[in-house]
């Protein structure tokens, strides 16, 4: 099993890239619907205003990302359900869904006050069996299960902050009604894994199917941890964009 540690730079994007991204949109909008064949690489090089080698690359981008395949003399087609996630350094659910143009929150399965393991006290600099606040989420979108995921808070700062979670299905929400206005991820470690039984229950899929499993945490403007999570994304319809073009 290899994990990959992500940090955050800022290269300029690519004329390319913005075409991928544009694209990406349409197909989260439904402007291509699952299955369906893009326009040609000569239409889309029109439309664009650009050479066919750029659609190329973009739409090569594309595929790498799961939300296209490409068919030997037939064309490329939108692959079924995929949403294509960015992590960065404000990464946000909602907003992710919405740049995608999918609509979809955050659901509280579970809430319960616990001592931190040594794991989650690490995580978060705590001493050991602080008491933490542990959330098992839902993410879902377009009325599919996107990932799960278990997160922890420390205690008493965001206390009740499982019931604003409730109420606006967001934790940007959540944090905003307890006093955090902003935060940031410090990294994200992401590797392939096969999910538990209950996990993949949550997430609809079979538990011999691989799920991109990814640690975080999150970090308030005075760079104190106010997060760590434990994410399961759905393989067959999630990809991960690193977003490294953020300030």
Do not use: C
């Amino acid at each position: 099993m290899t994990n990959l540690v992500l940090d955050d730079g800022s290269p300029r994007e690519h004329f390319w890239s913005h075409i991928a991204n544009e694209l990406a949109q349409a197909i989260g909008q439904g402007v291509y619907a699952p299955g369906e064949r893009l326009p040609s690489e000569h239409s889309l090089a029109e439309r664009f205003g650009v050479n066919r080698h750029t659609i190329r690359r973009s739409l090569a981008a594309l595929v790498q990302r799961g939300l296209v395949r490409a068919e030997q003399g037939s064309g490329t087609y939108v692959e079924d359900f995929a949403v294509d996630l960015a992590i960065g350094k404000r990464t946000r659910h909602r907003q992710n869904l919405a740049q995608a143009g999918v609509r979809g929150g955050l659901t509280v399965l579970h809430a319960q006050r616990e001592r931190a393991s040594a794991e989650v006290a690490r995580a978060l600099e705590l001493p050991t069996r602080s008491p933490v606040l542990r959330l098992e989420v839902l993410g879902e979108g377009a009325g599919q299960p996107l990932h799960a995921s278990v997160r922890h808070f420390p205690l008493p700062r965001f206390e009740g902050l499982d019931e604003h979670v409730r109420a606006t299905g967001s934790i940007t929400a959540a944090f905003a009604a307890l006093g955090v206005s902003d935060y940031q991820r410090q990294e994200s470690r992401i590797s392939a894994r096969l999910p538990d039984t209950a996990t993949a229950a949550r997430l609809r899929q079979a538990p011999t199917r691989p799920a991109l499993h990814v640690t975080s945490v999150n970090r308030d403007p005075k760079g104190t941890p106010i997060e760590y999570a434990e994410t399961w994304f759905a393989g067959d319809r999630v990809t991960l964009t690193v977003n490294h073009d953020e300030h």
